[in-house]
């Protein structure tokens, strides 16, 4: 069983940044790939970002070129840094992670607003 917690939502100003965690309760390694999803109100979850075991990355073309995924293995995390925020990155942010089964977290919100 993988657990999976986020962390580091919260509100920020349009053009600030966010970093969020996803800590992950058993070695990242043994994980076949790790994505970030989003969903604001009223609209379907949507691909973030994702990483797989070999380091590759993915990104949705609205986010390209303003977040960043990463992996730290020896703390079993993948994080996702977020700069040039905009009002429609307002959303609740999901972890994902894919072993022989699909694992979900529980979501951290992340605000955009003046």
């Known amino acids: 069983q993988v657990q999976l917690v986020e962390s580091g939502g919260g509100l920020v100003q349009p053009g600030g940044s966010l970093r969020l965690s996803c800590t992950a309760s058993t070695n990242i390694l043994s994980i076949n790939l790790i994505r970030w999803y989003r969903q604001a109100p009223e609209k379907e979850r949507e691909l973030v970002a994702g990483?797989?075991?070999?380091?590759?990355?993915n990104y949705a073309d609205s986010v390209k070129g303003r977040f960043t995924i990463s992996r730290d293995n020896a703390k079993n995390t993948v994080d996702l840094q977020m700069n040039s925020l905009k009002s429609e990155d307002t959303a609740v942010y999901y972890c994902?992670?894919?072993?022989?089964?699909?694992?979900w977290g529980q979501g951290t919100q992340v605000t955009v607003s003046s």
């Open positions: 994902y992670a894919l072993t022989s089964r699909q694992w």
């Open positions: 990483i797989t075991r070999g380091g590759s990355t």
